[in-house]
C-alpha cells in the first residue's frame, strides 16, 4: 500500500521559514519523481515545485521562485520544501505528489494527504 505522509506545516509568522517532508512507503522511490502542489482556500489546487527520481533536475513554479527549494533523499525515501520569506497569500494545504519515472503534473499516481501552512501577517 502506498502512503505519502505530509509533515512539518503549521502556523508561521510573515518572513518566517517552514520545512515540509513527505514520507514515501509502498513504492520504489527512486522510481518516482515527486513534487509538491498547494490548495488555498476557495482557489484550485497549484502545482509549486517538482523534482526528477534522481534529484538532478528541479522546477519551480513562478511565484515560489528563490524562496522554496524542493530535495530529496532517496535512501530515506523523504522529499523536502524549505519554505522561506513566507507570505500570507502562501497560506494553503501543502500536498506531496509522486509518478512513476516523470515529473508529477496536475494528476499524478499517488497523492498525500495535505499538510496546512498557515502564514500570519
Known sequence: QVQLVESGGG????????????????LPFSHYGMGWFRQAPGKEREFVAAISQSGGSSYYADFVKGRFTISRANARNTMYLQMISLNVEDTAV??????????????P?????????????
Open 109 to 121: 499516481d499517488y497523492w498525500g494527504q495535505g499538510t496546512q501552512v498557515t502564514v500570519s501577517s
Open 11 to 26: 502556523l508561521v509568522q510573515a518572513g518566517g521559514s517552514l520545512r515540509l517532508s513527505c514520507q514515501a512507503s509502498g
Open 94 to 107: 501543502y500536498y506531496c505528489a509522486a509518478t512513476q519515472y516523470s515529473v508529477p503534473t496536475n494528476n
